[in-house]
């Protein structure tokens, strides 16, 4: 079992950015696909990006691709992603979430499987 918390959520203005943190536990954080999806209140969960366990391959939302930034660090056991030109329709709790299995439809990052999440934070963007 493998333990996640995302953290590094709060209130940025629209333009902004934040950088989020999903820190695991254990050692077989670097055998894992990592990925992030967010949750809006009254809205369905979205698949935001997912990264490989190596790192070498990465996925995006069509509605983030170009602002969000995913990557990890294995030897800390935390995969970032860094959120930039926020929007508020971004508003939303993000969750990681490991052992991923992703793909990339029509736009929209899917998660077919997922083994282990955590809590989220949540990211506000308003003026």
């Known amino acids: 079992e493998v333990q996640l918390q995302a953290s590094g959520g709060g209130l940025v203005q629209p333009g902004g950015s934040l950088s989020l943190s999903c820190v695991a536990s254990g050692s077989t954080f670097d055998e894992y696909a990592i990925g992030w999806f967010r949750q809006a209140p009254g809205k369905e969960r979205e698949g935001v990006s997912c990264i490989s366990s190596s790192g070498g391959r990465t996925y995006y939302a069509a509605s983030v691709k170009g602002r969000f930034t995913i990557s990890r660090d294995n030897a800390k056991n935390t995969v970032s992603l860094l959120m930039n030109s926020l929007k508020p329709e971004d508003t939303a709790v993000y969750y990681c979430?490991?052992?991923?299995?992703?793909?990339?439809?029509?736009?929209?990052?899917?998660?077919?499987?997922?083994?282990?999440w955590g809590k989220g934070t949540l990211v506000t963007v308003s003026s």
């Open positions: 979430a490991a052992n991923v299995y992703c793909s990339v439809k029509s736009g929209s990052v899917v998660f077919h499987d997922m083994e282990y």
